[in-house]
C-alpha cells in the first residue's frame, strides 16, 4: 500500500470498528495495540482484510502479538526510562511482527526513538520485512539484515544499519528477542545476547530437538531415565522442559535473573513457553552447580548453549 491508501484505510478501520467488535477480539482486555487505532499496522502485516474486518485465525496471531507486548512492557519501560534511544535485536526475526510492533509503539503510542536490527537467515525474509517497514514509516528506526545468527557481527550490523553514532562499547542491544528460533537457534540468539551484554532477553523457543537426539543414543543404558529415554513421546517432550531449565540455569550462571512463563494460552499454540530475562550481575556460582548437577543426573548430555557461553 502507499502511504496515502494507508490513510484512507485508518479511516475505514477507525469506522469499521465499533466499540462493539472491538472487544470481541481484545476480549475487553487494554491492549496497546487495537484494529482501529494501528490499522495500517495490522494491514501491512497482512491481520485485517481489504474491508478492516479480521478473520479468525488472525484473532489469534492478533491475540499473540499483544499479549507478548504486555509480557515486555516492565522491560520496554524500565529500557525507555534509562536510555536515550533503545536499541533492539531480533534474532531470527522470520515475518518480523514483534519488530514492525514495537516500532510502531515506539512511534504513535510511547514517543520515544527505537533502533532495531532484525536479523534472518533468508535473505527474501529479510527483504519482506525492510518492505513493510518502510511502507509504514518506520525505515530509519528498523532494518533488517541477512545473516546466520552463529555468523552475526552485531556492531558491523549495527554500523550498516544506523552509522557510527555511538562509541563501540555504547552500541549494545538493550533487548534482545527471538521467537520461535527453532532448537540451536534459540541458543545462539541467547548467547549472542549474553555476550553482547544485553539488558534484557525475550526468547520463546520451539523445536527442542538436540537433547532429545542425545538422549536417543542413550537408549541402551542403565539409568533412572532410560524409559524416557528409549520412548519417543516421553523423549520429546522432557528433553523439552530440561532444555529450557539448562537454559534457565546457564542464563542465572552469567548474572541474569530469569523468568519462565506461558507465552499464549495452550489452547493457541504448544510453543507457549517464554523465558525472559533480565541482567542483574556476571557470574554466580549456585546457577552453574546446578546446571552441572542437572546435566550429570539426565546422561551428561549438555545444549549448544553451554557450548557457546564457554569463556563468557
Partial sequence: MKSLDLLEFQEKAKAHWTPEREAKVTGG????LRPGLAAPLLRVI???NRDASMSADHVRKFS????????LAPQLTDLMARHATVRVLDAACGTSYLSLALGWLFREE???PLQLVGVDAEPAVVATSQARANELGLGQSL?????????LDWDASFVASFGQGTATHSRRPHLTVALHACDTATDYALAAAVRLKSDAIAVAPCCHAELARKWKDLGGLT????????????RRDTAANI???????????????????????????PKNRLLLATRRGNFLKEAEDQHQDLKGSLGDQGIKLEELLLGV
Wanted: charged share 20%; proline share 6%.
Fill in 243 to 269: 532444555t529450557d531449565t539448562l537454559r534457565v540455569l546457564l542464563l542465572r550462571s552469567r548474572g541474569y535473573e530469569v523468568t519462565a512463563t506461558e507465552f499464549v494460552p495452550s489452547a493457541h499454540t
Fill in 64 to 71: 499473540q502479538i499483544n499479549h507478548m507486548i504486555t509480557l
Fill in 223 to 234: 539409568h533412572p531415565f532410560a524409559p524416557v529415554f528409549r520412548t519417543p513421546n516421553l
Fill in 143 to 151: 532494518r533488517f539484515v541477512a545473516s546466520r545468527l552463529e555468523d
Fill in 29 to 32: 482486555k487494554s491492549w496497546l
Fill in 46 to 48: 497482512g491481520l485485517l
Fill in 110 to 112: 510511547w514517543k520515544k
